[in-house]
C-alpha cells in the first residue's frame, strides 16, 4: 500500500506525443484519462526527459514523419 504523500497510480507510460509539453502519462486509478506526471521523476530525470522530447518535437512531422532514418 503506498504511503499517503505517493500518488495512487494505476499504470504510467513513456510516451511522446507532438506539441505534448512532458512525455511521461500516469493514469491515476481515481480519474479519467492520462496526465503529465513529473512529479514521479527526480528533476534530472525529468530534465532529460523533456530534452528526449524536443528531439521528437524538433525532428518529427505528424504529416511526413521523421526528418531522417539518423534521428
Known amino acids: 500500500m503506498p504511503h499517503a ?14 506539441g505534448a509539453d512532458f512525455p511521461l502519462w500516469g ?7 492520462p496526465h503529465f506526471r513529473e512529479d514521479l521523476v527526480s528533476t534530472a530525470t525529468g530534465a532529460a526527459l523533456r530534452r528526449w522530447a524536443d528531439v521528437f518535437d524538433e525532428h518529427y512531422d505528424p504529416e511526413s514523419g521523421w526528418q531522417s532514418l539518423a534521428v
Request: avoid cysteine; charged fraction near 45%; charge should be negative.
Open 5 to 18: 504523500s505517493e500518488p495512487a497510480i494505476a499504470r504510467v507510460k513513456l510516451m511522446n506525443e507532438y
Open 27 to 33: 493514469y491515476d486509478k481515481d480519474e479519467d484519462g
